[in-house]
């Protein structure tokens, strides 16, 4: 078995004329937790839903645990264990937080038309999703409706539905964006804890956040690789520097801790 479980060879992107994504080349370390990280417009969203097949690559190669998956449809990238959030909080609000992490653990049927299986059919799957609800810290809530949990316990719901999909590999869209600091805390927690035995890629701005989790990191700027290497590295390469602060930090005197916010 591999030590890379996913790699990128010259990986582009071109929406009428625009390179969003340019000739990006990744090494993910199985096991490991890699960040993607870059200031805004930087590509890292389009990498990811390249990486998972929501875009279509204009050019380049996609290989997932051995596999060239660069034509593989979405639905069947997450079926081999590559499985993804988003940015934006995506659940169902009127089902309960069970139910909501039940309905990702049907999958396992392979049917389709679940919704019209009684009550009783499905309650198969409630010991499963009820040990995931406490895996992430959401046991308390198990019967609330999930559009009433606050916003960061929505976030570790995802983790949940994600989780029941039995990912190998987890991409996670800023996990942390919008959330107070008690929030980030606990989220920083369960990735840490989620993350054993699996491989994480993480899209995330908030630094402190990278620093803490991640192995090593990717830095995109205007839809290229700019660095990579562990976070102290990363750190302190004056371009990376330049493309968060807008300028050389050197030269306005700004140090390299402006980077750690």
Known sequence: MSDTILETRGLTKEFLGFLAVQNVNLSIRRGSIHGLIGPNGAGKTTCFNLLTKFLQPTRGTIIYDGRDITNTKPAEVARLGLVRSFQISAVFPHLSVLENVRLALQRARGASF????????????????????????????????????????????????????????????????????????????????????????????????????????????????????????????????????????????????ALNV
């Open 114 to 257: 679940d919704f019209w299986r009684s009550d009783s059919t499905l309650k198969q799957y409630d010991a499963r999703a009820r040990e995931l609800l406490e895996d992430v810290g959401l046991t308390e809530y198990a019967a609330l409706q999930a559009g009433q949990l606050p916003y960061g316990r929505k976030r570790a719901l995802e983790i949940a539905t994600t989780l029941a999909l039995e990912p190998v590999m987890m991409l996670l869209d800023e996990p942390t964006a919008g959330m107070t600091s008690d929030d980030v805390d606990r989220i920083v927690t369960l990735i840490k804890r989620v993350s054993v035995g699996r491989t994480v890629l993480l899209v995330e701005h908030n630094l402190k956040v990278v620093e803490g989790l991640c192995d090593r990191i990717t830095v995109l700027a205007r839809g290229e690789v700019l660095a990579e290497g562990d976070y102290a590295s990363v750190s302190r390469n004056p371009d990376v520097q330049a493309a968060y602060l807008g300028t050389d930090p050197a030269s306005v005197g700004v140090p390299e801790s």
